[in-house]
């Protein structure tokens, strides 16, 4: 399979993923497994336009903790490089 298909792949799963979570308020999508899942909405560094990112998620002392792995990759995710260039986020999650 061609990386531009895996891509376009990728694309349309999490955006069913996203507009599942939402009309569902978490109950589906929320969890994958044991694991939680919260939205995380920044602001494209280049773009400007919100981008919506499907994350796994761990509780620690009352705060969120993301870990911006990229599934491995040599660089930082976009939504850790759009957090970087501006802070201002916000997340939704169900609990």
Do not use: C
């Amino acid at each position: 399979m061609s990386r531009r298909l895996l891509r376009a792949i990728e694309r349309a799963v999490t955006r069913t993923h996203i507009a599942l979570y939402r009309i569902t308020r978490g109950r589906v999508g929320g969890k994958w497994g044991k694991a939680r899942v919260l939205l995380l909405t920044t602001t494209g560094r280049t773009t400007g336009k919100r981008r919506t990112t499907p994350l796994f998620y761990l509780r620690d002392d009352g705060a969120k903790a993301l870990v911006a792995s990229g599934g491995g990759r040599a660089q930082h995710p976009g939504w850790y490089r759009n957090l970087e260039a501006n802070p201002r986020q916000r997340s939704r999650s169900t609990g």
